[in-house]
């Protein structure tokens, strides 16, 4: 680990995004402090001609304008930005913890429960990802929860296929087998031996996932089937920004988008740089 945390600290790209998503999430936690706004309050001076109104103003307070209800965007843009980090984290936790046991019961054990199991996978990603998310949503009703149970139903399918392909390379190995000979049992061999050798394989596709399910919550949003008012996300201020543009209100979609953007690009190299550290076949 040691060796993998020095290769990490020698990719430049992938430290410089470590401090701009801290940045961000430094911005999420104390911008408020710098707010004289909040996210529900609506200032009745910027409503009319929201291009002339409601532009960007230090004096007025909205840092980042108004959108056409009054409304702070530096605000919602705080609270989208954490709720779209929130998506991302809590789901791809999901992810890795239903993918990771998935796919290690079905690798270790194989013969007719990993058929099963794995058949079972097949046929849910042979469904359009999207629509079992919007079919949730719309069958249990729009909230924080059901987003993050929609997400991650979906989400571990692939990591299951990824932890098992790597679980049927490690259950021959011959500490393994020295294990079993030892009379180690069953499930002490898979917390203990299969489990920790997997944990890199794990955290550097969980890393990759993150910036996928704030992707998958943003399109959601943008369709107006995420999270409902008066909570928003980075999603739901793109999609307001972008029905606002032939008012020639750049501000509304400008600042939610570059978080967006941001976040994305970040977590991406972030991944990157762990698969490079992590991967020893590449040192």
């Keep these: 680990m040691r060796d993998a945390r020095d290769r990490f600290f020698r990719n430049k790209a992938a430290i410089v995004c470590m401090v701009i998503l801290a940045l961000i999430i430094l911005f999420v936690l104390f911008g408020p402090q710098f707010a004289k706004w909040n996210n529900e309050e609506i200032d009745w001076a910027a409503l009319g001609d929201i291009a002339v109104l409601g532009v960007p103003s230090i004096e007025s307070g909205h840092y980042f304008g108004t959108d056409p209800l009054g409304r702070d965007i530096y605000s919602r843009t705080i609270q989208a930005t954490g709720t779209s980090l929130m998506v991302g984290l809590i789901g791809t936790a999901m992810a890795m913890i239903v993918g990771t046991l998935w796919g290690v019961l079905a690798g270790y054990f194989g013969g007719r429960l990993d058929s099963v199991m794995m058949r079972i996978v097949d046929i849910l990603l042979a469904i359009p990802l999207t629509l079992i998310v919007i079919l949730i949503l719309v069958v249990a009703g729009r909230s924080f929860v059901t987003l993050f149970i929609a997400l991650g139903a979906v989400s571990w399918l692939t990591m299951s296929r990824i932890v098992r392909a790597q679980t049927l390379a490690l259950k021959n190995r011959e500490f393994i087998e020295a294990a079993r000979a030892g009379g180690v049992s069953e499930a002490m061999i898979i917390f203990r031996h299969i489990l920790p050798n997997l944990m890199g394989v794990v955290i550097v596709y969980a890393s990759l996932l993150v910036p996928e399910m704030i992707f998958a919550e943003s399109l959601i949003s943008f369709l107006g089937l995420g999270i409902s008012e008066p909570y928003t996300s980075l999603g739901a201020l ?29 977590m991406y190299f972030i991944g990157d740089g762990l698969r490079d550290a992590l991967d020893p076949k590449d040192h």
């Design 238 to 266: 793109i999609s307001e920004g972008a029905g606002t543009m032939a008012y020639g209100t750049l501000w509304q979609l400008a600042f939610p988008l570059f978080f967006y953007i941001a976040i994305v690009i970040t």
